[in-house]
């Protein structure tokens, strides 16, 4: 069975790309299965350091097929400031980089809509990072989007198609009191946009099948983190997107019966961008120590992140909800050098003990988190040891966090380098 599923178990931002590209070598095609330009994902090699935001953080080794999943809302204007700036960084992407024509188009009227959404929320924003995302994904529900097949039309279709969808978002933009975008005008950019993107844009849902056939090994990659998931997640503080293993079938159109291993990406902390409940945030000195340690600063807008304690009951609900096979826990280097660190083994909730994680936004924010504390340990930045080498204290950790979540932590990752990394077992 040919493919691997890499999903964040958190909040996003727990080091999925560096997963990705460490076991990239063993696959043929990266697939992207959701969100758009919201994501940042960094890959750290010999060469440099790339940033990633549309296309798939699998793409650095040459023999890679790098596709754009049809579960994607992709920016255009942002996905080709990102190809320049890999190809200036001399990567070579030549016709190894295809996108889905079933995945959906991220206009400026989404961007300006999602601000205007931010607003209007008044005391209670996301904390979207503003790329469009969450009206991309209305449009496509409410069966009003422009799909990237678009760049395939002749150009007057183009042209009234991304008009009439341009206007429609104006009907919205008037109701919020903002000046209407010209609509054409982008539907002349999308015009002229249309021989650049035509040759990217292909029906890869068959295409992936057909990969299937021919015996090729997939990477279905995904973007943000369980707990920001929109079914799953902590709504309405999430992604508009499917984060978890649906959204890796639904988002690629390979099937259930195609999936080898699942893995779920945590840090060996927390960490969370934007607003919403996190019952193990550090408000303290140690949670900026956290912060600053692990450079804890988003890649996709720069905000920091909130950081907190390893949460066991939210990555247990996580790990169940993704059926995962191994955990890869990351930036293990981050939490040492602490005289005690502590897990959240369990919430209080009006004088009850909740070891289930509360799918209530309001019911989480009032939850208290029991933690029990384990005895630090110092890690040796350019440690290059095996599993058994790492002092004793973090193995208790790693095992702690292991048999409580209930899954194998497979890998661990202590700096972001590709050496910096430890695999246990069957990588
Ligand atoms: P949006 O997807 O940009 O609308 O943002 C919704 C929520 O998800 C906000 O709290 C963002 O900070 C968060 N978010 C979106 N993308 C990422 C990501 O790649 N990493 C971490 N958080 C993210």
Same mark, same amino acid.
């Given at each position: ?37 919201? =994501? ?60 889905? *024509?079933?995945?959906? !188009? ?26 469009? !995302? ?9 069966? /009003? ?16 198609? @991304? ?14 009191? =903002? ?11 999308? @015009? ?48 508009? *997107? ?9 988002? *690629?159109?390979?099937?259930? /019966? ?14 969370? @961008? ?38 066991? @009951? ?13 955990? =890869? ?32 936004? $309001? ?22 040891? $095996? ?31 590709? /050496? ?8």
């Amino acid at each position: 069975m040919p493919a691997t599923i890499i999903v964040g178990g958190q909040w996003g931002d727990e080091g999925k790309a560096k997963v990705v590209d460490y076991l990239m070598p063993k696959h043929d095609v990266v697939v992207r299965f959701q969100g758009g330009a919201n =994501a940042g994902h960094t890959v750290v090699t010999d060469e440099g350091k790339y940033a990633f935001h549309q296309i798939p953080s699998g793409l650095l080794y040459p023999h890679v097929q790098a596709v754009l999943g049809n579960g994607m809302v992709v920016d255009p204007v942002a996905f080709l400031v990102e190809l320049e700036e890999l190809m200036s960084h001399g990567v070579n992407v030549e016709g190894r980089i295809l996108i889905s *024509s079933s995945a959906h !188009i991220v206009m400026q009227p989404h961007k300006v809509l999602d601000n205007l959404y931010e607003v209007d929320r008044n005391k209670e924003p996301i904390g979207s990072t503003g790329k469009g !995302i969450g009206p991309a994904y209305c449009n496509k529900h409410s069966r /009003k989007g422009l799909r990237m097949g678009v760049f395939r039309l002749p150009r007057e279709e183009i042209f009234e198609l @991304v008009r009439s969808r341009v206007e429609d978002c104006n009907r919205l933009l008037e109701a919020y009191n =903002a000046p209407p975008l010209s609509a054409e005008q982008i539907a002349t950019d999308f @015009v002229n946009m249309k021989d650049i993107f035509a040759p990217f844009v292909v029906d890869t849902q068959p295409m992936l099948q057909e990969m299937r056939l021919e015996g090729r090994r997939f990477m279905l990659e995904g973007a943000q983190g369980a707990l920001l998931d929109i079914d799953h997640g902590t709504y309405p503080y999430v992604t508009s *997107s499917s984060c978890t293993i649906g959204g890796a079938l639904t988002g *690629s159109g390979l099937n259930i /019966k195609d999936v080898e291993r699942v893995i779920g990406i945590f840090k060996a902390y927390t960490t969370r @961008v934007g607003n919403g409940p996190f019952p193990t945030e550090l408000k303290d000195d140690i949670g900026e120590d956290l912060r600053e340690k692990g450079r804890e600063y988003g890649t996709t807008t720069g905000r920091p992140r909130r950081c907190g304690w390893f949460d066991v @009951v939210a990555a247990r609900y996580s790990a169940r909800l993704n059926g995962l096979d191994d955990i =890869a826990l990351t930036k293990l280097d981050v939490i040492s050098g602490f005289d005690t660190v502590k897990i959240c083994t369990h919430y209080e909730l009006d004088g009850k003990r909740v070891d289930r994680f509360p799918l209530e936004a $309001s019911m989480l924010e009032a939850c208290t988190p029991i933690y029990e504390e384990l005895s630090g340990w110092e890690l040796d930045p350019a440690y290059s040891g $095996s599993y058994e080498e790492l002092p004793k204290k973090a193995r208790t950790y790693v095992e702690y966090i292991e048999n409580e979540v209930g899954v194998k932590v497979g890998f661990i990752s202590h700096g972001p380098e590709r /050496k910096s990394t430890i695999v246990r077992e069957k990588a």
